[in-house]
């Protein structure tokens, strides 16, 4: 089975801060992780992904997120926030022992103000 | 490159009635997915389709909803006897073939936006 949780309904940071948003997993074989974000009364948009290799990603729009196999965690990070950056943000695993669903976690809103 | 397009964007539909969504994948894309996410709650994944074939379809419900993808045409969401719990946003995504490999990237669609009065 596999699951992926985020903590964290809504975070608020102020324009210039840097920005955390957690996710968590939990899966019986290899993970397959990604973040999506997604704007008012648009589809997922794709951020980023983890497959193998170094534990730090880069993805689109100065946003990143680390892999931590012994925490189980996947948090998308970025140094310093935009107010264009307020949306809706999911996290998402696929474990490489239970077929295509990708799962995804309830999203979490990111309320940036100025 | 027009990307998913799902049609209808709103959809009003009363008790007991068929609700059909359609997604037309991205050009280059032949695999098929779609999502439902309700207030509150994330994004639930449905049925993974090929070209007419289900690959899997473990978050269907069993009974009044079906999918299919056939060989001309869009993918096509079911929904027979709509209930007000059927009320959500309906995601569709594609990718391309990748082996199996699980690594691909889903596109996804602006969505369908179904009421039910």
């Known amino acids: 089975a596999q699951s992926v949780a985020q903590p964290e309904d809504q975070v608020n940071v102020a324009e210039g801060n840097p920005l955390t948003v957690k996710c968590t997993y939990s899966?019986?074989?290899?993970?397959?992780l990604f973040w999506y974000v997604q704007y008012p009364n648009r589809g997922l948009q794709f951020l980023l992904k983890?497959?193998?290799?170094?534990?730090l990603v880069k993805g689109s729009y100065g946003f990143e997120a680390e892999f931590n196999k012994s925490q189980t965690s996947f948090h998308l990070k970025k140094p310093s926030a935009l107010v264009s950056d307020s949306a809706l943000y999911f996290c998402?695993?696929?474990?490489?022992?239970?077929?295509?669903?990708?799962?995804f976690g309830k999203g979490t809103s990111l309320l940036v103000t100025p | 490159n027009a990307g998913v397009m799902q049609n209808p964007r709103h959809l009003v539909r009363r008790r007991g009635q068929e609700a059909r969504l359609r997604c037309s994948p991205m050009k280059g894309h032949s695999h098929v997915y779609w999502y439902r996410q309700l207030p509150e709650e994330g994004l639930k994944f449905m049925v993974y389709?090929?070209?007419?074939?289900?690959?899997?379809e473990s978050g269907m419900p069993k009974e009044r909803f079906s999918a299919e993808f056939p060989k001309e045409g869009p993918s096509i969401l079911r929904i027979q006897q709509v209930v007000r719990g059927d009320s959500a946003a309906y995601f569709c995504?594609?990718?391309?073939?990748?082996?199996?490999?699980?690594?691909?990237?889903?596109?996804f669609g602006a969505g369908s936006r179904l009421t039910v009065l």
């Open positions: 389709l090929q070209k007419e074939n289900i690959i899997d």
């Open positions: 899966v019986s074989g290899n993970p397959y």
């Open positions: 998402a695993v696929r474990d490489t022992d239970s077929g295509y669903a990708l799962n």
């Open positions: 995504a594609s990718s391309p073939w990748d082996g199996d490999s699980g690594a691909n990237v889903l596109t």
């Open positions: 983890y497959i193998t290799g170094d534990n």
